[in-house]
């Protein structure tokens, strides 16, 4: 059936929050390649946003997903445990930063992830607050969208948010917000807002996601420690995106000289299929009494075994330092572009998690119109992109970072075909 009858369909049947930004709909894929119904080929730099660092249908995944369902599919962990439960908390324990002794929970969203986290803070320190970060993009549930820095669409039409929720500007130099900004609002907001002896946790991603691809600086990151530190107040570092390998290292914070209290973890766990977790210092991750984490679905077995075989391909395959490889050559590309393309802002991001901001190159204002004339051009000749950031002017890029050379360079050929044919 063609992608238009679909589409109709797909109009007439779903409700229209669940907003899709192609009417590609896909057949079959396999690592950084999709075919969709109609049989055409597209190169996937979206991931299903960021779900597939380690590309559609990995063999070794589908394998150990193929011998999970041979074995059983659901028994829920807090009936009927299972053993490969436990070992991938164990394997998570024991790399995910941080030092002393770390407990795991698993979970099946990053939403779900980031809302146990704050449960898991709020009982820990016996406080409410929080604190998270304009930009920020923390999941669709009440309070991920209470975390989350940007209204639209996230947030409107749905009425108000969970309360003792605050935000504070991420620094972000190229839009005039330094660091020193950011540090004295946070200040401000605890001298105005909010007592931080009742603040519970402060939420960041290391790098934003859905928020641009920005980049929080070290010192920034020390600072943001250190506060804590004095207020007693739980870091709670959101890895959802920036995680397995994706930043050039198996997790972004390790990157920085800082210690995270919990660490939120999905998409690219699993390989494609629904798994999340919280990760932290084992003291804190006991604090909630028995039966208050959990799911029925939390902990797939079938995504047990996924993400079991993500570890060992992320390992076996020196993920890590493929994805500074590949970052490498497309940050390289797209600076080659600078001097003929005016529209280009910026270029940054770590490993393999780039991005590149478009402004009008005559008022130097943000242009969602440009970024999104760049997506519908490279998706016409067969690229899938992504857009994010609060002025939506931002592609970002989240191959696979398993990708065959020969298709990233394929792929590279056409982002700088699209990029200058929107300059027509």
Known sequence: MPNAKIEERRTDAIARGVGV????????????????????????????????????CHPKVMKAVHEQLD????????????????????RLNAV?????????????????????????????????????????????TFMGMAMTGKVFPYK????????????????????GVTEETSIAALDRLFKSDVDPARVAALVIEPVQGEGGFYVAPKSFMRHLRTVCDRHGILLIIDEVQTGFARCGTLF??????????????????????????????????????????????????????AAHAVLDIIEEEGLCERANRLGARLKHRLECLRDEVPEISDIRGPGFMIAVEFKDAASGAPSSAFAGRVREIALSKGLILLTCGV???????????????????????????????ARA
């Open 96 to 140: 995910v930063p941080g030092g002393g002794r770390k407990k795991t929970i698993f979970v099946t969203t990053g939403a779900e992830a980031l809302e146990n986290a704050v449960k898991i803070a709020r009982s820990a320190t016996g406080r409410n607050a929080v604190v998270a970060f304009s930009g920020g993009f923390h999941g669709r």
């Open 21 to 56: 930004q192609t009417q590609v709909f896909a057949d079959r894929a396999r690592n950084a390649e999709l075919w969709d119904v109609e049989g055409r080929r597209y190169i996937d730099f979206a991931s299903g946003i960021a779900v597939l660092n380690t590309g559609h």
């Open 252 to 305: 972004a914070i390790e990157q920085y000289d800082v210690e995270p209290d919990l660490v939120t973890i999905a998409k690219s766990l699993a390989g494609g299929f629904p798994l999340a977790a919280v990760t932290g210092k084992a003291s804190v991750m006991d604090a909630p009494s028995p039966g208050g984490l959990g799911g029925t679905y939390g902990g797939s077995p079938i995504g047990i075994a």
């Open 156 to 175: 409107a039409g749905f009425g108000s948010m969970p309360n003792d929720v605050y935000h504070v500007p991420f620094p972000m130099d190229l839009h």
């Open 71 to 90: 074995r059983f599919t659901h028994t829920c962990h807090q009936v009927v445990p299972y053993e490969n439960y436990v070992s991938l908390a164990e």
């Open 391 to 421: 002025h939506a002017n931002v592609i970002r890029f989240l191959a696979p970072i398993t990708i065959e050379n020969a298709v990233f360079t394929e792929a590279l050929d056409i982002l700088e075909a699209s990029i200058r044919t």
